[in-house]
């Protein structure tokens, strides 16, 4: 059982789409964070969300609590936002953040 | 601003062999996590500190040891390394009270051969 569920699992975009990655989770949170991390390199967090929508540059980030789900939206994707987004939420009742097994994508020049 | 520090970035040993990763939180920040991901996989917890005690213990395997200092910077410790513990293992680091506001470092990818 997955606590986190992330969709798709592999997503190719041309240069210039909008792009969503999608995120469920079953558990009480205190925060989602969205991740994202080049192959071979470590992970940055890209966004910390507790409620509403959050946007820094051309990465927005949503999250609807009552729904527990959160949505990542890239505008204007570019090759270099090639990577793995991750989704991961600290739990509410337990020490520790549960994982989604990250969206791969790819952005075609 | 100062990010998370963790050193080395890439270490190779062999089996057998020991190594010792170590990490470098956010200053004025007191507790450390610790992760490990394979290939392919998931993040894995494995271990977590607060004021040098740790607080939380994951998966960690019992030929891991961790530990945090005074300064607050933590190092983990691999004995007897197997091939399977190949990943790349990062840590993170937040204050006491906004424990869900961890942030990451780069990590530290070890190869064992």
């Known amino acids: 059982k997955n606590e986190v569920e992330q969709s798709p699992q592999n997503l190719t975009a041309q240069e210039g789409e909008f792009i969503t990655i999608n995120c469920s989770y079953s558990?009480?949170?205190?925060?989602l964070h969205w991740l994202q991390q080049h192959p071979g390199g470590g992970i940055v967090s890209l966004f910390m969300?507790?409620?509403g929508k959050k946007k820094h540059g051309r990465l927005i980030a949503t999250i609807n609590i009552q729904e527990k789900h959160s949505s990542l939206h890239i505008t204007a994707s570019h090759p270099r936002d090639s990577a793995v987004y991750i989704c991961?939420?600290?739990?509410?009742?337990?020490?520790?953040?549960?994982f989604g097994t990250g969206t791969s994508l790819t952005v075609i020049p | 601003a100062a990010g998370v520090i963790q050193s080395p970035r890439h270490l190779i040993k062999e089996k057998r062999e020991t190594a010792t990763l170590k990490c470098y939180p956010i200053p004025r920040h007191d507790t450390v996590y610790w992760y490990q991901q394979g290939p392919g996989q998931d993040p894995q917890f494995l271990i977590s500190f607060y004021e040098k005690m740790q607080s939380d213990k994951g998966s960690i395997p019992d030929r891991f040891s961790a530990q945090q200092f005074s300064d607050y910077h933590s190092e983990l410790n691999m004995s007897s390394l197997e091939l399977g513990d190949s990943a790349l293992y990062f840590c993170?680091?937040?204050?006491?009270?906004?424990?869900?506001?961890?942030?990451f470092g780069p990590g530290t990818r070890l190869t064992v051969t």
């Open positions: 991961a939420v600290f739990s509410n009742t337990g020490n520790q953040f549960y």
């Open positions: 993170a680091s937040s204050s006491a009270g906004t424990y869900y506001e961890q942030y």
């Open positions: 558990v009480g949170i205190s925060a």
């Open positions: 969300l507790s409620s």
